[in-house]
Structures are given as C-alpha cells and as structure tokens.
C-alpha cells in the first residue's frame, strides 16, 4: 500500500526538488512507500484532503485545524527557528507612513496563503479595514502581488515574510515595509494522518534524528531548513486555538 | 493573589480608587492618563486556568504589561483590570466563555506602572476532550475610532 504526501502549495517554489528529495529519504528511512503529490493550489489541495486521500502534509497552520479537528491528524514536526510572519508593504513613492492612516476602499493585493492573509488583514484593522471595505486583488505569487504595487495596481501587499525578504533587491528598493508582524507561534508543520498513525513515533524520531546524519542534513538544506523539532499534540491545540482567536 | 498597587511603581502623577474584584476580594488602583500605544504587528497572548488564574504568557504581554513573568504566571488575570473598564463589560465575558463560546470586545488594560493600553482582545474556551481546560487570550492592534467609541460608551455602562 502506498502512501499520499503533500505540501501546502505555498512552499517556496526554490524548494520544490528538495521536497522531491526528502520523500525519496522518508521513504527509504521508514521503509514506507509514500508518493509525493504537489498540487498547484489550496482548492484541488483541500479537495483531496477533503476525499481523505492524503496521509501526510507539510500543513499551513490555517489547513491544521481542519486536519486536527476533522480529519484525526497529528503534529509531528515543525522546521526549527522558522515562523509563517506576516508583511504589510507599500511602493516606495507611497506618502502613508502608518497603517491606521489608510483609508476604505484601500486596494489590497494578496495571495491565496490562507493564514498570511488572516494576519495580513488583522494589521489592516487598525484603520478600519476589513473584507467588507477594501478592494481586493488575488494574485498567484508574490513576486506579483510585489508587480502590482510597483505598477501602482495595488495600495498595499500582505507578504509572507520569507517570501517578501527573498524578493530580488531591485524590486525590494522599490517598495517599503509598514509591517511585520511579530507573532513567532504560528507555523508551518509536518502532520501525520489516520492511516499512518501507528508509525507516528517512528516517523516522529527518525525526523528528529534527521540532523544528527550527514545525508539527512543534505537533504534538510535542499528544504531550506536547519533542523525538524518535534511539536507536541498540546503545542498545535495552541496554535489551532490562536488561528481560532485570529479568524474572528 | 493580588496585591494592592504600590506608589513607588507608578510613573507620573495618579490617582487612586478602590476597585471590587471578585469573591469580595479587593484591590488598590493607582492609574494614571499615560497611554502606552500598542505596537503594530504584535499579538499579546495568555492562558489561564478556567478560574481565571494566569498559567502562560507572551512577550508581548510581558512588555505591554509591565509585569514579570514571575509576577503575572499564578496572578488572577483582573491583575490587568482598569477602573474606566465598566464590571458588565467582564459579566459579559465570562457568561459568553462560559457557554463555550469565543467573546470579543475592546478593553482598557490597567499597567504596573499605572498607565493603560487599548486592545481588542478575543477570549475562546480551550475544549480538550470535550472539557474545559482553559483559556486564551489573544490581544490585538485596536482601530483608534473603535476606541473613540469605547470612551464615549463605557462610563455610560456603570
């Protein structure tokens, strides 16, 4: 029988062989035949979580409530040091200096990264903004909810933090950050479902361990990452019940 | 436990008033009018006991409160109650919590030091296994014309 794996597609796109990697490594390690699926947005990805075809995912936290409360899924690991931060950014020549200064009918450009665009327009509330009162641009990346504010399509852009810093530096000169957010407990992890629960701790440990080797260290840099730490069933009730608090 | 407010702590001219609690319990509040602003992008984030005891805080919560960790982790969280904050506005709170339902309003935080700060704060029920085992708290940025609103109406609800 073989597994299904999936990333949240709002991994950065520079990672997507090392994503190919780490599954070839998981699977010789666990000795499990998994297939690493990649689905090109949140809706076909969420359908197939929806259809209960999936047994393991890289989950934005947004997706982790539903996988926790709905589908039985369990937090195994979460990049080390790493946190999904939120910024809020303007073309340069843009005379508003603080986000409370916006106005309604402000045009904001975004992606679809559900939980960056929860934290994106809760630093909009201090001026009033909200869903109801802004004109919204949904954008596929982020290099083109950047374009838009470059061409003056756009007031301001929600950015994922790590996906704003890695914008070229020609294209970041051209724009200003009003805000980042600060927040360090909401974060991307690896979780386990239903089918695969009964391996949860081997999974879990050998995660763990994947530093402690030099191939699963090549691997962990090909995801652009340092080191899994384990993250408890309690720590993700936490962030569910934040990204609950946040969402509303 | 709570203790009563010291004058060595606060910072700029204040006044003073006795404010009932809970349990007949009651404390010494020495406040002043300096507004500490909240800083954008940051959440203040805290976990209590469902009696309202502070069992985790955030950094945030640490530097906006102007409490140690120490002294908020065991503290009762009206530790924070201002005095312009009318009592219904928290009758308000723990009926909607205690019915397992997720509460949200704008509050006027008491300071260590006397001072205050604006929130918008949502408090949800931590449901484990279908018990109550605590409660968050999470606090964010206000608008400043929700807060306008909030001055006018709050002295009218006491």
Redesign the interface.
């Given at each position: 029988m073989s597994f299904m794996f999936t990333v949240s597609p709002d991994f950065t796109p520079d990672h997507l062989s090392g994503w190919y990697i780490f599954n070839t490594w998981i699977q010789r390690q666990t000795d499990t035949a998994i297939h690493l699926e990649m689905y090109n947005d949140f809706h076909s990805q969420r359908e197939a979580i929806d259809n209960d075809n999936i047994d393991l995912i890289y989950a934005n936290p947004f997706d982790a409530a539903m996988l926790v409360r709905e589908k039985g899924f369990q937090p195994l690991v979460k990049a080390g040091g790493e946190a999904d931060e939120a910024i809020i950014a303007v073309n340069l020549e843009n005379a508003v200096e603080?986000?409370?200064h916006l106005l309604e009918g402000t045009k904001v450009a975004f992606t679809e990264d559900p939980d960056v665009h929860l934290m994106g327009m809760?630093?909009l509330?201090?001026?009033?903004l909200d869903k109801s009162n802004v004109i919204e641009i949904p954008s596929d990346t982020y290099v083109l909810v950047a374009k838009h504010l470059l061409k003056g399509e756009a007031d301001v852009g929600i950015f994922l933090a790590e996906a704003y810093d890695d914008l070229s530096s020609m294209i970041k000169k051209q724009l200003r950050i009003?805000?980042?957010?600060?927040?360090?407990?909401i974060h991307h992890s690896l979780m386990i479902g239903p089918k695969l629960l009964d391996k949860k701790e081997q999974f879990q440990q050998i995660l763990v361990d994947m530093n402690a080797d030099e191939k699963g260290q090549g691997v962990l840099k090909s995801l652009g990452f340092e080191v899994w730490e384990k993250v408890e069933n309690d720590e993700m009730?936490?962030m569910i019940?934040?990204m609950?608090?946040?969402n509303? | 436990m709570i203790s009563d407010m010291k004058p060595e702590d606060i910072v700029g001219d204040y006044k003073e008033v006795t404010l009932d609690l809970y349990e007949s319990i009651s404390r010494k509040i020495l406040y002043t009018e300096i507004e500490t602003p909240y800083p954008?992008?940051?959440?203040i984030?805290s976990?209590t006991t469902p009696d309202g005891v502070i069992t985790h805080v955030?950094?945030?919560f640490i530097e906006m409160s102007g409490f140690t960790e120490e002294e908020l982790i065991g503290a009762p969280h009206s530790i924070l109650r201002h005095p312009d904050m009318p009592p219904v506005a928290f009758q308000g709170l723990w009926d909607t919590v205690n019915k397992g339902e997720?509460w949200?309003g704008f509050v006027k935080n008491l300071r260590k030091d006397g001072g205050f700060y604006w929130v918008?704060a949502?408090?949800?029920p931590?449901i484990?296994n279908g018990k109550l085992e605590a409660y968050?708290?999470?606090r964010?940025?206000?608008?400043?014309?929700?807060v306008e609103e909030c001055i006018k109406l709050y002295p009218t609800l006491f």
């Open positions: 603080d986000v409370a809760i630093m509330e201090p001026a009033d009003l805000v980042r957010s600060q927040i360090s407990v009730e936490f019940d934040l609950d608090a946040l509303t | 954008d992008g940051k959440l984030v976990t955030n950094q945030s997720k949200q918008k949502t408090v949800i931590n484990r968050t708290s999470v964010r940025k206000p608008s400043r014309t929700k």
